[in-house]
Each structure stands twice: as C-alpha cells, then as structure tokens.
C-alpha cells in the first residue's frame, strides 16, 4: 500500500465484504464460527452457510494479521504519496465502524475484531485528525521552534502523519525533562523500537537532532508537546489509557486555526462510579501510591513483618517490596472494577453506547493493558515479598488478575467459562473454610493454581492455532524482510513466525501466568509438598547424558549435542531461548519462566520435557547435581518426578538417586 491511508480502506473494505457471510453464519450455524469451526447443522442450505463463514472467519483472521503486521512495521507505512492527517484518520474511523458491525453479529469472533481494533488506533472524522496539522504549527509560533528537528518533523505530519509520531513527541518531552539530554531522546526512541535510519527513511524525513533551547522556552513547549500528544493519542492510539478515557468521559480540546474538537461524555456509560474509578487510576498510574498512604498497610495483603530489625537493609527492602505489591494489588483493583462498570453496556451493544461501542471497546483495550503493565512491573516486588506472605495474600494476588483474564479474550479462546470456574473456586477459598487445616487449604489452592495453568496453556495453544498458520501464510505471500524488525525484538526471533506467540505474550492471561511462576513456590512451602515445577512433561520418560550445571542455556555449545541426546541442568531458564537439536531434557534447578514463556512452548512443540524447582531446594536439588556427566534417566508419572543414573548398555533398571514428589502442572 501506498499510505496507511489506503491500508485502512482496504482494510474496512474486506470486511465489508466478509460482514453478510459472518451475520448468516452467526445466526444460521454459529458453531462455524469457534475454533476449530464445526458444522452447526447437517441441513444442505445450513452446511453452505457455514462453509462461507469459516471462509469469512479465515478472512478476517488474515485481516487482522494484515494490520499487525503493519503495527510491527513489517509493512511500508508511505511510499511517495501524500496523505493528510484528517483522511488516514477518516480511513481509521471506517475501519473501527466496520470492526464493530462484527463484534455485534459475532461475539464469536471478539477475540479477533479486538486484536485488529488494537493493531489499528481510533480515527475519527471531522476535525480530529485536522488537528495534527493544525496543532504543530501553533506550537512552533508560540515557542519560537520553526527550524531544523521541529521543522522537518512539521512536515513529516502534515504529508505523512503515523504512529511513530507518538514516539517522537514522547522522546521530545522526555529531552526536556532530562535538561536537554540528547541522548535521552534518541533512547526514548529505541525503546519504541526507532532508529536514525528509520527517522531518516520517511518521505519526509527527519535527519536532525532535538532542539537546542533557551530555558525560557524548556517550560511553554513541555506545556504544549502535552497538549499535542494527547491530540496525536486520539487518532493513532487505541491502548493510551489517557486518550481512552477522553473518549468515554468527553473533553474539550478548546479552538485551533478556527477549528473547535470537543467530544461528548458517554451519558449511559460515564457513570459517577466509573468517573470515579478511571480518576483515581490516572492518578494513580501518573504519580505511584506514597509509602505513606494510609492505604499502605502491610496485613492487607497477607503480609507478615520479618522478625529483623526495620532499620537494617534486610528489612527494609522487605517492606518496600511489600509496598510495591500493595501498589500492584491497587492499580489491579481499580482496572478490574472500571472494566466491571464497562461490561454492560459492551454486552448491551452499539445502542446501548449511545453509536459509539468502539469508544468503549477502546477504553476496555487500554484498561487491559494498565492492569498488565502494572503486573509485570510489580513481579519483582512479588518475587520479594512472596515467601513472607500467608496464604491469604497469596489468593488475593491471584484473583483480581484472574478476573481480568476472565474479561479479556484470545482469538480462539472460545470462551472464559473454566477461568470463571477457576475465579470463583479462589473466591471461595479466601473466605473461611471451617474444618479446613491451612496446609489443607494450601493444598485445595494448589490444585486450583494448577488447573488455571493447564487453562491458560490450552488458550495460548488454540489462539497459536487460529493466528500462526495465516501468519506464515500472509508473511510468505508478501515476501516480508524482516530483518530489521527481528533485530528490535531483543531475542532476534523472527517476528512473523512469532507473530502468535506475541500476541499471546501481550494479553492479560500471560501476566497471569507469570505471576502464578512467582507465587507457587510459595503456594507449596505452605502445603508442603515438592517443590518442583514441570513446563512441559511430554514424553514423559527420556534418558541421555546428563550436562551441567550450567549458568543458562546461553553457556550451552548445541554443537556437542548433535550426535547424543542430551539432558540439560541449568541454574535459570530466562524464557526466551530456543531448545536446541539434541536435547531431550532440561532440569532447572534455579528461576524458571513461566507456563507461557517462549521456552516453555517451544518444549511442549517440540515434545521436550522441561522441569524445574527453586536453587533453595538443596535437598532436591543436590542428589541431582552429583550425576552430572553419566547417563540419566528423567521420568515424569502423576505428581512424580524421577531423574535417576541410566545403565543403557545392560538394560536393567537404574537405581533411584534422586527422587523427588512434585505437583505437575501441565500437559504438553
């Protein structure tokens, strides 16, 4: 495509085209439409109506790719072609209106219609995306900033306005804020994954650097690079939570060039409750939760004060890091209670959104991804803070972003009903149990953790098989280079043959499945069993020579596992690595990623059994470490875990020399 202009079209037109084939389907044969697609009923007429909506279903899953690929920047974005802000943003609002007349027929295919509206950002008509031109002239007069970086970026918006401008404008205010530091800029930039070459590779390229400034003007163009990414948010952005909420709550962006934006609140959805909740998450996400907020209190969540003193270093990252969970465990609550406030009017529909369900979808996206960001930035504080946490705090930071998984959805998934059932059976257990010992409790906790791992790992498989075919499919068809996008990604993978996986990785259930890894050492000191942790258990008995201990997989020459099947004893398993040829095993004694890491799938592809416990388990761990170097036997049966000296040649039974109970947590 020439534009993004024209990408967006085509976009809103092939689904135009799928839209009466996915209505029939969805009212005549329904089941044509889940994953894999099944023929609803055996009638001639029926069984026609459903080939063309699993055909329409293919072709919206490639629709979606198609714009993904794009937000990779796997595509060209323009190529010699001159488009104004207002028409890419006009062609972003047909999209949207497009995806939406899906979402309504097909609730089937949410998990889709979501990742394409998420691959692409908002739009609008009118004067939305006029402002973007408008705008950075006035902010050049006022600020007396019309040559150079500024200027070249000026034209680069006005003739060919794309995503990356955010990057750019973010980059901007963060040079600013360091106090001019040019190499802030230029690394704000590489962590949305822009180069020089690719700043310098537009139609209008940008080659300078940031500006110089007098500090006069540092405080005026912070004041309206502000403004200006706000307004940039709203036409590019579907996951800027700031821009989402404008959408639902309203705002007024005043007069520009005789040109007045103002957006009205969403009346039936805006309701005091769901202003109050957003507000306090933007405050909250924007300034952090004080040490000293009286809402800081260490037995909220379960905690139990170490015995050392305060003062000592020991203990006083023991309660920061409890803090830093308390702050985690409050930003979870508020997008899990705002998302509560949005779930009727979405399944209420476009009527209920007063026309504008997109708005709500959109602010529903951004939500999703507050909720998991603040997750994963917390896990090391979990980590910390974890091992001196009762069982209590343990289920409480379980359950709010379980019942965030339970809202969002994976193209594929075919429906949350088992993490619902998982939802409530945690919710059970945090009240009083009567009759119920704790080690019990830990126990019935355990098996639900585990239960919600298995769900996990089997929603990641059918969204891997609905999206991965069609991605290699599409990438092969348009011949993509994607060399410069796998250099971004930090492992080097290919971006098209991980397309699926990184959509999987980007969802709520994959914070969910790293911090189950974070909590259920702990979940098993309390109930007192094995402390081992299977990834993948498939097949479940190999043998081969036992190499190691390894620091990481990274230490390991693949070279001198060609010719012999190998077992591998690593001290960490990062997630990102690939399995190499020849292993048939790996043994973790140390971290370990989770269910849902890179590492752990690409075991359970490859049929590799990969099991792990915590370093501080000498007792485990050490029997383990003396067989280093002989052949061994690694055995995985129910809740067992065996890796035991191997005596190939003779064919008899090895003698036991590590034995270990473990509570396996998945199939392959």
Known sequence: CRSLMHRYNIAADLVQELLPDLQAAATAAPKSLTWPPQAHVTAEAATAIAARGTSAMSGLVAVAVWLRFSTLRLLVWNHNYNVKPREISAALDRLGASLVEVYEAAPQLSGVVLLALASAGRGGEGDMGQRI???????????????????????????????????????????LASGLQEQVYWDSLAAEGITAARLASYDRPIRSPPPKLRPEQVEGLTRDLVAYKRTLAAVHSGADLSAAVDGVLGYDAGECKGKHVKVEPLTAVATPRLKQLLSALLSLVACGTSSSSPTANPRQVGFVPPT???????????????????????????????????????????TACQGRLRDVLFLDLALELTGRNALEQGLAAIRAAAPFTMLGGLLALLQQPLAAACMSCLPGQGGNAGLVTVLKQLQQLSRECPGLDPQAKACHALSVVERLRSLLAASALASTAVLQPTADTVGAALKLDTSEAAAAFATGHDPVSMLAEEVVRGSAAAALSQLLAV??????????????????????????????PLPSLTHFDPSSSSSISTILLLERLDGDEEIP??????????DCPDVLSHAAVRARNCRTPVVACPSAEEAAASPIKV???????????GDDVKVEAHSGATGQGPAAVGTTDTSGDQGS
């Not at 031109?133 to 050049?140: G, P, S, T, V, W």
């Not at 007069?141 to 019309?146: A, E, I, L």
């Not at 040829?581 to 140390?590: K, N, S």
């Open 308 to 350: 050392e003193d305060r003062t000592s270093s020991g203990g006083s990252s023991k309660v920061s890091a409890m803090l830093e969970m308390e702050k985690c465990l409050k930003t979870q609550a508020l997008v899990v209670a705002a998302r509560h406030c949005l779930a009727g009017p979405l399944r209420a529909g476009n």
């Open 581 to 590: 040829a020849g292993v048939v095993g790996v043994i973790v004694l140390g």
């Open 627 to 637: 067989l280093a170097g002989q052949q061994v036997r690694l055995s995985i049966s």
């Open 519 to 548: 909590v259920e050492p702990s979940l098993r000191r309390l109930a007192g069993v094995g402390a081992w942790t299977v990834l993948s258990r498939l097949p479940s008995t190999v043998t081969g020579l036992l190499k190691g």
């Open 133 to 175: 031109r408008d705008e950075i002239l006035a902010i050049q007069q006022r600020n007396g900033c019309k040559g150079g970086m500024m200027e070249e970026w000026h034209q680069k918006l006005h003739n060919n306005s794309s995503p990356d401008d955010l990057a750019i404008c973010q980059a901007l205010l963060a040079y």
